[in-house]
């Protein structure tokens, strides 16, 4: 049997592809073994100059962004993703001030890692971010016993009779 060679842009359709943008070879290749070994497909790209190129020809699910990077810089590139994404970014950086995390979270990050970092600690945040996303809503009833109270309606309910409350 001949089978066509896959173009390996195709991903499996289970499978949450994450985009390493590292310009330190060592730490994009450590990043994406531990990746892979968790059951994700990984790609890098080490310029920030070409990344907004790349996330719209080839979109991932979650972003690992460096902010010291040849080109355009993290930061910047985090400002413009959320120009036309909200595409999860965790940015892992060796700037580790109080001011530049919070100017991380502020231009649009959804979680800020400092260097040195454990490799599995990345991978476990990567997984409770996708957990958040998909998660099922909360359930809006508190049930103790025969009383049960809605927070989405404010009703309070005995013996599924509703009470009139105030206020």
């Known amino acids: 049997l001949n089978f066509p060679i896959l173009d390996k ?23 994406c073994d531990y990746l892979k070994e968790a059951g994700f497909q990984t790609s890098t790209q080490n310029n920030g100059d070409r990344v907004i190129a790349q996330i719209k020809k080839d979109p991932s699910d979650l972003i690992l962004l460096d902010i010291m990077l040849p080109g355009k810089n993290g930061m910047e590139l985090c ?8 595409i999860p970014i965790i940015m892992i950086t060796a700037r580790v001030e109080e001011i ?3 100017l991380g979270l502020e231009l649009g990050a959804d979680d800020y890692i ?17 957990r958040r996303l998909h998660a ?6 508190l049930v103790i016993g025969s009383i049960s109270l809605d927070d989405k309606t404010h009703q309070v309910m005995i013996d599924k009779q509703i009470l009139i409350l105030t206020p």
């Open 114 to 130: 400092c260097k040195p970092f454990s490799p599995r600690e990345v991978v476990a945040r990567v997984k409770a971010i996708f």
């Open 79 to 86: 400002r413009e993703i959320r120009q036309f994404s909200n």
């Open 100 to 102: 530049d995390r919070l």
């Open 9 to 31: 842009k195709i991903r499996p359709m289970t499978s949450k592809h994450i985009l390493i943008v590292e310009d330190e070879e060592k730490i994009a290749s450590l990043l």
């Open 136 to 141: 099922k809503p909360l359930r809006h009833n």
